[in-house]
């Protein structure tokens, strides 16, 4: 057996220099807290959250952090937030949705909703009463004019 067919890969669509600048573009769209409570776009697990939730825009993103300079990501946060105010309008459809799938991912982090106090888990049925198997409740949806649901 050769080492390449020996070598574990990954699942990661971005090689080392385009997770550290895609790290580096999320760190500047969310820096972590001054008191270090919330993290840094950079501490979630976007990749993943794209692979599950919007696979179709992986192409988009990894063409986005490709065309960034290999010096982003060495220079300071306040030096990267011009570059990444140009990228806001030189590409606003893909940088928009960039935004949207960070903060969708971030939002949905244990470590920010502990951070601004929020229970993690789904909301429901937390603080509801669900009776198991009591149909019953789906009465007053049956009830409804035909408007709101097709018989």
């Known amino acids: 057996m050769s080492n390449e067919e020996n070598m574990?890969?990954?699942?990661?669509?971005?090689n080392k220099v385009q997770q550290k600048k895609l790290a580096s573009l999320l760190d500047v769209i969310i820096p972590p807290s001054n008191d270090g409570r919330l993290p840094s776009a950079a501490e979630v697990d976007l990749i993943t959250y794209l692979q599950t939730h919007a696979a179709d825009f992986?192409?988009?993103?990894?063409?986005?952090?490709?065309?960034?300079?290999?010096?982003?990501?060495?220079?300071?946060?306040?030096?990267?937030?011009?570059?990444?105010?140009?990228l806001s309008t030189t590409s606003a459809a893909v940088f928009g949705?960039?935004?949207?799938?960070?903060?969708?991912?971030?939002?949905?982090?244990?470590?920010?909703?502990?951070?601004?106090?929020?229970?993690?888990?789904?909301?429901?049925?937390r603080g509801n009463t669900v009776e198991t198997g009591d149909l019953s409740l789906l009465d007053p949806v049956i009830e409804r004019p035909s408007m709101y649901r097709r018989t």
């Open 97 to 125: 949705m960039i935004l949207f799938h960070v903060y969708a991912c971030y939002y949905q982090d244990d470590r920010v909703h502990q951070a601004i106090g929020m229970e993690s888990g789904p909301p429901f049925p």
């Open 8 to 14: 574990i890969t990954t699942d990661n669509p971005l």
């Open 58 to 86: 992986m192409p988009a993103l990894v063409q986005t952090v490709e065309d960034l300079d290999d010096q982003f990501t060495t220079l300071e946060r306040s030096e990267r937030y011009p570059i990444v105010e140009e």
